[in-house]
């Protein structure tokens, strides 16, 4: 067994070491674990936002299967727009169609018949043409200036009766005046909740402020029908043309709620 004091010379030769203190050794240790901690919280979160963030992209649009299907919608035609009820056009007057209903003799005869001199003030010779079915009831009072006309007119398909609406406006405005006669011919705007509505007068003026002999015409159209009803009485003037107009669209909402029957969504 060597003598313990062989050793004294043991670190003869070796560089000298200063020993750190233990407080010092103790704060070093403590920085170390802090730093190792912070690294393996960082790269927690770098995983977890790695791991939510793939589909977040995708969902994005960022992708090529996303931008792909993004442009299939864009590119994707519209519906066509219907342009007639589903069934087509009915092309005769429904069976029981109250022409009637609010006119001056609700106790009438309608007919399948259409005098289209009725159609629109006599000078303008304006009828109904290229209808497919029709039906018409007239009233005469005691008066001969009590009278009124009543139309449904069919006709093959909406385009057909928006033409003729358009062909009786412009027979109206191309007799707004009538050369060396008493005759005063108008357009009114009327609403009977119809898809194009219209109103006509035609008056004989006594004098520069008196207007008498009134016919007076409201005209509708809903799909391929279109609805009239004319008056005729002795009072003119523009009041009165106002009035009559008001008249014949309050007492026309039977037969025009009947109209849907034309129209492309029906009743």
Partial sequence: MPDLHDLDHFDQGLPHMDLLPPSEIRRRGNR??????????????????????????????????????????????????????V?????????????????????????HSLDGDAAVPAGCQSVFVGYTDSLVASYQGAE???????????????????????????AVEACTAYAGT????????????????????????LDQDL????TLTVIGRIGNAIYLDSSYGAVGGDEQVAAEIARLTAKSTGPVAAMCAYSIDGC
Wanted: charged share 20%; net charge negative.
């Fill in 182 to 205: 008493d005759r005063v011919v108008g357009v009114h705007a009327a609403d009977l909740g119809t898809q194009e509505s219209m109103a006509f007068s035609e008056q004989v003026q």
């Fill in 144 to 170: 001969s200036e009590d009278r009124e006309t009543r139309v449904l007119a069919v006709f093959p398909d909406a385009a057909t009766a928006s033409a003729q609406m358009a062909q009786f406006r412009a």
């Fill in 87 to 111: 069934g087509g056009w009915t092309s005769t007057v429904p069976k029981g169609f109250p022409l009637l209903a609010g006119f001056a003799d609700e106790d009438a005869k309608a007919s």
């Fill in 211 to 214: 207007l008498t002999d009134l």
């Fill in 32 to 85: 170390l674990r802090r730093r190792r901690t912070a690294l393996v919280a960082t790269g927690g979160v770098l995983a977890a936002a790695i791991a939510i963030g793939a589909p977040v992209v995708a969902l994005s649009g960022s992708g090529p299967d996303r931008g792909d299907r993004r442009t299939d919608v864009a590119t994707a035609p519209p519906s066509p727009a219907r342009t007639e009820p």
